[in-house]
Nanobody, 124 residues
């Protein structure tokens, strides 16, 4: 059974940093693309960063490019999202998700397995 567990959310002031973790289990990590998504109140879920662990290719949404960095730890089956220069508009519930295969996509509909989410709140 595919399991994804996010951690690392919290309250931070604008301009600050947080690192989110997504611990994966129950599947062959290398066979999956892992993505980070977020959903703010009254907004659609947005794909913000995705990584293909086999070839290390990454994707970033324009809204986070240059501020967020996605990475993976092979030994720990964990994907991280380092978030720097946080803005008030980054406030949302952040989810990680897994998609079998190698296609780099940020469409939430393409991902079949999801974590429970972690709240990130940025105070202005």
């Amino acid at each position: 059974e595919v399991q994804l567990v996010e951690s690392g959310g919290g309250l931070v002031q604008a301009g600050g940093s947080l690192r989110l973790s997504c611990a994966a289990s129950g599947f062959t990590f290398d066979d999956y693309v892992i993505g980070w998504f977020r959903q703010a109140p009254r907004k659609e879920r947005e794909g913000i960063s995705v990584i293909n662990r086999r070839n290390s290719r990454t994707y970033y949404a324009d809204s986070v490019k240059g501020r967020f960095t996605i990475s993976s730890d092979n030994a720990k089956n964990t994907v991280y999202l380092q978030m720097n220069s946080l803005k008030f508009e980054d406030t949302a519930v952040y989810y990680c998700a897994a998609r079998r295969g190698t296609v780099l996509t940020s469409d939430p509909r393409d991902f079949s397995s999801w974590g429970q989410g972690t709240q990130v709140t940025v105070s202005s």
